[in-house]
């Protein structure tokens, strides 16, 4: 009987190559003039950094090991709804595709979190299941009847939603990633740390957060969101700053996973105030998109490829590059601004730097898969 596969094996290298691809092509699409490819164009590319990018490194990072009768079939479908979504974003099966891989997923990742007992610790499984289902209502605002329309939110409401939605999945999921690690690393130093899942702030973020995914919805409710967004700003940044990280200076791969955190507190300021002026938050929407998840996803990639195939952290030069790398590509597209596309240069050298970082990763994700494939020889 074959052994379980570890799905990150699988889902993270198509994530980098999908992350590398996306983002040039979407630039190319309107640039060039030629429309293609046109699942990439308006709401297109956001799509397949929620519902295509986020989502496989959600299922690489939650399924753990799988037997290929679960994986194949849920893999396959995710290369094909990317291909249909990309090629013919129109046609009905493209349509259905990316919702059925995002319900497959929550079918096969929600239940791995039941088994929790305290609520905030069974959370992760109803926040999956939450950012899967807007796959289906992205799809259920752009298909319905224009009679309909006006009684539903538009696809970018749904896609303003989805961002504060993964805003919060990875507020919670990074937290409980960095808190043990970092206090793991304290403890060998001889030096406590009393303040690790800080359990208020968390459950505090855990009652703002959620509200904000569904007053996004409704453009009256704007002044609101984003009031609640600066305060988990507040609360992110508080949470960073009694982790105590300035004695972890010999852990590069921990300070970056910290920067990716305050990431998620500078998106979520700058969204909310952009929100109580009345502003476009699209610029500052990308700080979530492309430095936050950005950087949190590389190193939660490097992180456990290193672990798995070598028992050791990422080097330095590795987790600080792809940092550096990130943190360039968000102010390239901060410099763009809300009419984005009157500055292909910045949008350009943005797209490189974010293609630039994943391609490393790529790399050392083949890489490191074979090492550890040898190894077991």
Request: hydrophobic share 60%; proline share 7%.
């Amino acid at each position: 009987m074959a052994k379980p596969f570890h799905s990150f094996w699988l889902f993270f290298p198509a994530a980098a190559i999908w992350a590398i691809m996306v983002v040039p092509l979407s630039i190319h699409a309107v640039l060039s003039g030629s429309g293609w490819p046109p699942g990439l164009l308006g709401p297109g590319h956001g799509h397949e950094l929620i519902f295509g990018f986020a989502l496989a490194l959600i299922a690489g990072y939650t399924l753990g090991p799988q037997p290929w009768r679960v994986l194949a079939p849920l893999f396959l479908l995710w290369l094909v709804a990317r291909l249909c979504w990309t090629l013919a974003p129109d046609s009905l099966i493209s349509q259905l595709l990316s919702p059925a891989f995002a319900l497959l997923l929550a079918r096969y990742a929600v239940p791995r979190f039941r088994a929790a007992k305290k609520w905030r610790n069974r959370i992760a499984g109803p926040l999956i299941l939450a950012l899967c289902l807007l796959s289906v209502v992205f799809w259920i605002a752009a298909e319905a009847p224009a009679n309909l329309k006006l009684l539903l939110p538009d696809t970018r409401r749904v896609m303003l939603a989805a961002i504060v939605g993964l805003l919060l999945l990875m507020t919670f999921m990074g937290g409980r990633i960095i808190a043990p690690a970092v206090a793991g690393t304290l403890e060998k130093r001889g030096i406590p740390l009393q303040a690790r899942v800080q359990p208020r702030i968390e459950g505090s973020l855990l009652v703002i957060l959620p509200a904000a995914v569904i007053l996004a919805f409704m453009p009256v409710a704007d002044p609101v969101t984003g009031f609640l967004l600066v305060l988990a700003a507040i609360l992110i940044l508080t949470r960073t700053a009694r982790w105590k990280l300035w004695h972890c200076m010999k852990r590069p791969d921990l300070l970056v996973l910290a920067l990716g955190y305050i990431w998620l507190a500078v998106g979520a300021g700058i969204t909310g105030v952009r929100l109580l002026q009345a502003a476009d938050p699209l610029p500052a929407l990308h700080v979530i998109t492309i430095g936050a998840l950005g950087t949190l996803s590389i190193s939660v990639m490097l992180r456990l490829a290193w672990q798995r195939a070598r028992r050791a952290f990422p080097p330095a030069w590795q987790v600080l590059g792809t940092a550096g790398a990130i943190a360039m590509a968000v102010l390239a597209r901060l410099h763009a601004g809300s009419i984005p596309f009157a500055h292909p240069a910045a949008l350009w050298i943005s797209a490189l730097c974010w293609s630039m970082a994943y391609g490393l990763v790529a790399i050392q994700l083949v890489a490191l898969f074979r090492h550890s494939q040898q190894r077991r020889k």
